[in-house]
């Protein structure tokens, strides 16, 4: 061995710090993606379970209501708590849709007449976090659907 292999040699046996910081950096861009994934998942599926909730509890609040114009009222402080309970604001529409199509169906005017159904759809936009609104395109709309049937036995008011 001459002198010039010797300080190559123990510069090359010196790397016990190095592992550390090669598993901070993998860490890093493995676990960056991964959390942001998690809280984009997040976002939208608490958008999901909160129009669902929502149109649930519009219908509900519908079918109990004595007249349509409190039912249009009760309908709609339904889902606005709804939405407040996951922490979200009150931006949904509520659409009315006969009880065996889709939401994208046409509106029907639902009826309170004993026997009657319709659906109930609750609809929001939601914003994907931390991406621009450029890329974002449509973004993803969460859609909540109920189907409401009216009491049989509901003494129709007059």
């Known amino acids: 061995m001459t002198a ?9 046996e010196d790397d016990g710090g190095n592992a550390i910081i090669e598993f901070v950096f993998v860490a890093v861009i493995v676990m960056l993606p991964l959390v942001y994934l998690i809280v984009a998942v997040a976002s939208v ?3 999901r ?18 007249t349509a114009a409190d039912a249009a009222i009760r309908t709609r402080a339904a889902v606005r708590i709804a939405l407040d309970d996951q922490g ?3 931006d949904a529409t509520v659409r009315f849709v006969s009880a065996d199509a889709g939401c994208d169906a046409g509106s029907v005017e639902p009826q309170l007449a004993p ?3 319709f ?4 609809s929001r936009h939601v914003d994907v976090p931390a991406v621009p609104s450029v ?12 189907v409401v049937h009216i009491d049989d036995f509901r003494a129709a008011a007059p």
């Open 135 to 146: 890329l974002q395109g449509h973004g993803i709309t969460t859609v909540g659907r109920y």
């Open 49 to 66: 379970l909160a129009v669902t909730q929502a149109a649930r509890e519009a219908g509900r609040a519908f079918a109990t209501s004595d």
């Open 115 to 117: 026997g009657a159904t």
């Open 88 to 90: 979200l604001p009150d």
């Open 45 to 47: 599926q608490n958008s």
């Open 4 to 12: 010039l292999d010797a300080p190559w040699r123990r510069f090359a």
């Open 119 to 122: 659906a109930v759809c609750v």
